[in-house]
């Protein structure tokens, strides 16, 4: 009953430092998310990727990276992380792009990183 | 602008008592509409998805209601309990967009005994 799974769960960073968060879904599903969510603030997305092999840019992409690894995974990688990076972010999966519309969407537990 | 506005930003009840949330979004067209509950230093889970042409759906104690015309939603939380403490999060769905949800920024309710 793992569903998503995201690493790390805290995370402290100076300004300019770099680290990747992990997502590993066990559901087989073929599309993957990451979202930011900050105070007063809906979630907002990314980046994404709707298949094995694919990544696009969500809402919110500048400072930010992904890699789709393998169906499985999907990382999410901070080159040289700012302030402006403390979030929380989640991962999220979903049967396929379409039903990530009309159906499910099934997130982790989040990954709550600090920048100094 | 925020697509979709959530009310109140807070509120606290006591338990056994029963409460309402609102959303009110500007999304259309949409196909669907959800509430998620988001327990503190969880992800959110989904509790009810409506179509545009459903009015209600229930998951137990806690009841969605849709007026597409209005554009409004609301989640009825009856005789709640300690956890039901969670952030409601309500969730639309444009039609043509797949993906691009717009999430409202949620109601946090506080139950106290």
């Known amino acids: 009953n793992a569903g998503v799974t995201q690493t790390p769960k805290f995370q402290v960073l100076k300004t300019g430092q770099s680290m990747t968060l992990q997502c590993a879904q066990d559901?087989?599903?073929?599309?993957m998310y990451w979202y930011r969510q900050d105070p007063g603030m809906g979630l907002r997305l990314i980046y994404y990727?709707?298949?094995?092999?694919?990544?696009d840019k969500g809402e919110v992409p500048n400072g930010y990276n992904v890699s789709r690894l393998n169906k499985r995974e999907f990382s999410l990688r901070l080159e040289s992380a700012a302030p402006s990076q403390t979030s929380v972010y989640f991962c999220?999966?979903?049967?396929?792009?379409?039903?990530?519309?009309?159906?499910?969407?099934?997130f982790g537990e989040g990954s709550r990183l600090t920048v100094l | 602008k925020n697509q979709v506005e959530q009310s109140p930003q807070s509120l606290i009840i006591l338990e056994g008592k029963n409460c309402t949330l609102q959303?009110?979004?500007?999304?259309?067209?949409?196909?669907?509409l959800r509430w998620y509950k988001q327990d503190t230093g969880r992800g959110p889970v989904s509790l009810t998805i409506?179509?545009?042409?459903?009015n209600t759906k229930s998951n137990g104690r806690y009841t969605a209601t849709l007026d597409a015309d209005t554009k409004q939603s609301s989640l009825h939380i009856t005789a709640s309990q300690l956890s039901d403490s969670a952030s409601y999060i309500c969730?639309?769905?444009?039609?043509?967009?797949?993906?691009?949800?717009?999430f409202g920024a949620g109601t946090t309710v506080t139950v106290r005994a």
């Open positions: 999220a999966s979903s049967q396929s792009r379409r039903t990530a519309n009309t159906g499910e969407l099934f």
């Open positions: 559901m087989n599903h073929n599309s």
């Open positions: 990727s709707a298949s094995e092999g694919t990544t």
């Open positions: 959303c009110n979004y500007t999304v259309s067209p949409f196909s669907n």
């Open positions: 409506m179509t545009f042409s459903e």
């Open positions: 969730v639309v769905s444009p039609i043509g967009r797949d993906y691009k949800l717009s």
